[in-house]
């Protein structure tokens, strides 16, 4: 097995080659555990660009009917995971996430009476199944004298969530809100630490392999001895391979390869860019995006030519259109264009929207 090699079966492992389906956005989300998803619009492409066929607007109103749901988690950044996770991921990770953010807490003036006092207010304001915009929030913790100025805000709000007293609400017009998870999500039995252990190892790797232990540590916050620990407790769940001396694990589901050529266009923290640290080159087996010089980051959607980078990109609606421009690092052949045109197609359908292409080289 060589780097492209891995790069090519990640994207079965990914839900971006030939195979089994998921039916619903929250499958999406509980295949791969956690979906990064600070950029929103473009986190629901993600979803959606694993689900032949869904749109915008049915990703959206799944969001709003908490089928999954949005709050920090896993690393100091947003991330989609379904209802069924969320507890059990939060008493597994936000110990190091809090850690993380310990120096944050201070400089925002957020010491342990603070927060308890935040998060008082909080379950008051959220109280009867209320779902609040950021900015409502900010008046009540502001109105009883804590800090909101700048950053302090958001670290109040990722404290409260992962401490599991807030979660993401309904979108509201263009804003999103905040609720409790209690009345977002049952009550449910907390999980054994060990069982919640190997099913976050395992269903990393499953989702996202091959990958290495320190692409783990990367995604999941997690240590390299609770990583080793957890691959033990997995049992026979998932395989090891060695490639150029290292260590990648994976499951034991085996994907079609895509035909080739085939493009996709990945927003920037789609799961198959971002979710690696060790391996995370095996996209770009050339080195070509390596060696753009700096200042060449946007556009910054990857365009991947059969799992690997080939380009970058950018969408912009323009009345019925969706204008994809894409910067190349080569010219393509005429079934390569069609291939990217059949991409920018997909993505302009999940807006209910007619595509152009324009192509440049850099």
């Not at 079965?12 to 039916?23: F, R, V, W």
């Not at 949005?70 to 990770?93: G, K, N, Q, Y």
Request: hydrophobic share 45%; net charge neutral.
């Amino acid at each position: 097995m060589g780097l492209k090699s891995i790069a090519d079966r990640r994207l079965g492992s990914a839900l971006l080659a030939d195979g089994p389906q998921p039916a619903a956005p929250a499958d999406v989300v509980r295949w791969f555990g956690a979906v990064q998803a600070q950029d929103f619009g473009p986190a629901k492409w993600s979803l959606g660009q694993r689900l032949p066929g869904t749109t915008d607007a049915e990703v959206q109103r799944a969001f709003d009917a908490g089928l999954f749901l949005r709050t920090h988690v896993l690393r100091p950044t947003w991330h989609f995971v379904t209802p069924d996770d969320i507890r059990w991921l939060l008493r597994l990770t936000r110990p190091r996430v809090h850690a993380a953010n310990a120096y944050a807490y201070r400089r925002a003036g957020l010491d342990d009476y603070a927060l308890a006092k935040a998060h008082d207010l909080l379950a008051e304001a959220l109280d009867g199944g209320a779902h609040r915009t950021r900015k409502e929030l900010a008046g009540v913790l502001g109105g009883a004298g804590l800090p909101t100025a700048g950053f302090a805000l958001g670290y109040v709000l990722i404290h409260a969530e992962l401490d599991g007293l807030i979660c993401s609400g309904a979108v509201r017009g263009k804003h999103h809100t905040y609720t409790l998870l209690e009345g977002r999500v049952p009550p449910a039995p907390a999980r054994d630490p060990d069982e919640a252990l190997a099913e976050l190892v395992s269903r990393y790797f499953t989702s996202h392999g091959p990958a290495t232990a320190k692409d783990l540590r990367w995604w999941s916050s997690l240590t390299l001895r609770d990583i080793a620990r957890g691959v033990e407790l997995t049992g026979d769940r998932l395989r090891r391979e060695l490639v150029d001396g290292v260590s990648y694990w994976s499951g034991w589901q085996e994907t079609a390869a895509a035909p080739s050529p085939t493009v996709h266009l990945v927003q920037a923290y789609d799961e198959y860019v971002v979710a690696f640290a060790e391996s995370k080159y095996v996209i770009d087996v050339s080195g070509a995006a390596r060696a753009l010089p700096p200042g060449t980051a946007l556009p910054n959607g990857r365009v991947l030519l059969d799992g690997q980078v080939t380009g970058r990109w950018k969408g912009t609606p323009a009345r019925d259109t969706l204008v994809v421009k894409a910067v190349l690092h080569r010219a393509l052949s005429p079934a390569e264009a069609d291939a990217l045109d059949a991409a920018a197609a997909h993505q302009a359908a999940f807006l209910n929207l007619r595509h152009r292409v324009v192509t440049s080289l850099g």
